[in-house]
Every structure is written in C-alpha cells, then in structure tokens.
C-alpha cells in the first residue's frame, strides 16, 4: 500500500471550472512531484517541489498551479482545461537529492475535462 | 534526465514461466529503477540498482545493470497472474528526476 496519498480518485470538471487535486504523505520526504499519465503512455514528469519550493517545472501550462502549502502536502490547482488534459495525475514523494532515491506514488486522481 | 527504452513492448508468458524484460539507456547513470503499474493504478517501486552493482535480488525478482552496454534486465521468475503489469525503467541521476520509457506489458496466463 503507497503512503502518498491522493484526492480526490476521479474527478469531472468542465473547461471553465476551477479545481484542486491534492496529495499527502507523512513518511518525512522533502521532495514532492507531480506526473501526468496519458493512457498506454508513461508517466512525465510535470513539477518538483523540494523543500517546499518549486525547483522544476517542464513547461507545463499555467492552466496548471502547483502549491506546496508544507513539507507533507502538495495540491495541483486546475483552471480553464482543455480536453486533452484529461489523464492519470500521479503525486509521488522522495527523500531530497542524494545519490538516487526511490521515488513513492500515490494511486493518482483521473482527471476527465469535459 | 534522461529515458529509459524497454524491450520487448509487451510480453505474454505462462503462469510459472521466467519473464525477462530489457532497458537501454543512453548516458551515464548512477543509478536505475524499476517500477511496476497495475493498470489504471499508481507506480510500485520495485528495486533500485546502482551503477556500482552488477546484481540484485529482491524476491522473485532479479536485476542486472551492465554500464558498460548501457543496459539492465529485469528478471521475473515463477511468474503468476498478478505479476501482469507494466513495468518500466527509470534510469536516475543525483537530481531525483525520473524520466521512464515506454514500459513492457506483461501478460502472465493462468
């Protein structure tokens, strides 16, 4: 069973909406991501939190605010989506920096814009 | 970062049969991951090799990791039905990027 824990599981919001996805993990990890995955697609890489401040961001569209209120929690704020970002939003969490350190998912939240 | 590429695509096996699944990459690493998902489910940490290691064990899983090609196997052995998944490779760096490959689908029959 993962210890990051997402929500909500599934959400249905329309192009004009104004959401939140959120994620919590209490194993002390001060690295924090957020991944996309499309269907039969792997997962990539959108943000990195560490130590609570944004230390990489792909290109994503700014339609997409991530926020890092505190070391154990990271919420993905959604506003004017189109269709195509519809997909498995992946929260995970790792120990920061380091020589290699596993990365732990959470069972994600599937976004559908409708 | 950099990705990692499975081979083969997909893969359909027997229940108790060996499931050997390869990863290439392109730079150096220091170290490789692998991860399983179930469908529609997060990603499991399945085990981590550094670039100092040859081998490792882990259950009923086996992993190589040979710098010199490039290259890591995933071994499954005995394999049964809920081992079907897809899993993919994660070569890593110190930065805690991951970037995976386009993962192998495994299909254990009972």
């Known amino acids: 069973d993962t210890e990051v824990t997402q929500t909500p599981k599934h959400l249905v919001m329309g192009m004009t909406n104004k959401k939140s996805l959120k994620c919590e993990q209490h194993?002390?990890?001060?690295?924090m991501y957020w991944y996309k995955q499309k269907a039969k697609k792997p997962p990539e890489l959108m943000f990195v939190y560490s130590y609570e401040k944004l230390s990489i961001n792909e290109s994503v569209p700014s339609r997409f605010s991530p926020e890092c209120p505190n070391s154990s929690l990271l919420n993905l704020h959604l506003h004017a989506l189109q269709p195509e970002d519809s997909a498995l939003y992946l929260c995970a969490s790792s120990p920061v920096g380091g020589l290699g350190n596993t990365i732990y998912f959470g069972e994600g939240s599937w976004l559908t814009v409708v | 970062s950099q990705q990692g590429e499975e081979d083969p695509q997909a893969l359909s096996i027997q229940e108790g049969e060996n499931a050997t699944m390869n990863c290439s990459y392109k730079t150096s690493i220091n170290n490789l991951q692998w991860y399983r998902q179930n469908s529609g489910r997060g990603l499991v940490h399945l085990i981590l090799i550094r670039s100092n290691e040859r081998e490792k064990h882990s259950g009923r899983l086996r992993v190589t990791l040979d710098t010199s090609k490039k290259s890591s196997s995933l071994l499954i052995t005995a394999s049964r039905a809920a081992d079907t998944a897809s899993y993919f490779c994660?070569?890593?760096?110190?930065?805690?990027?991951?970037?995976f490959g386009q993962g192998t689908i495994l299909t254990v029959h009972p």
């Open positions: 994660a070569p890593g760096t110190s930065y805690g990027k991951l970037t």
């Open positions: 194993m002390g990890h001060r690295a």
